[in-house]
């Protein structure tokens, strides 16, 4: 069973970038599909990004196509989420999920496994 762990969630001004990191124990992580939720106070759970299992293939909401990249190392376990130009508005509870499938997915229904988020705080 794979357990997610994610970290570098901290206050950023406007314009910044940040790199949050997922790190996965278990020996089926190269298996899985990785994505990126985040959720604001208030706000819906909103699908982020993911990438396939081998890190062949990507797919971005169009709030953070063009600044924001999912990249994997399966040799190291983890996933990784950098985030370039971050605005006021992707301030959010990011969350990484894994799922088993290894196909890409926007359905947070299609991850089996959730890490416990870090926060992200981008300030005007």
């Known amino acids: 069973q794979v357990q997610l762990v994610e970290s570098g969630g901290r206050l950023v001004q406007a314009g910044d970038s940040l790199r949050l990191s997922c790190a996965a124990s278990?020996?089926?992580?190269?298996?899985?599909?990785m994505g990126w939720f985040r959720q604001a106070p208030g706000k819906e759970r909103e699908f982020v990004g993911a990438i396939n299992w081998n890190g062949g293939s990507t797919y971005y909401a169009d709030a953070v196509k063009g600044r924001f990249t999912i990249s994997r190392d399966n040799a190291k376990n983890t996933v990784y989420l950098q985030m370039n130009s971050l605005k006021p508005e992707d301030t959010a509870v990011y969350y990484c999920?894994?799922?088993?499938?290894?196909?890409?997915?926007?359905?947070?229904?299609?991850?089996?496994?959730w890490g416990q988020g870090t926060q992200v705080t981008v300030s005007s």
């Open positions: 278990g020996r089926s992580f190269s298996s899985y599909a």
């Open positions: 999920a894994a799922a088993r499938r290894g196909m890409i997915t926007t359905d947070y229904r299609a991850y089996d496994i």
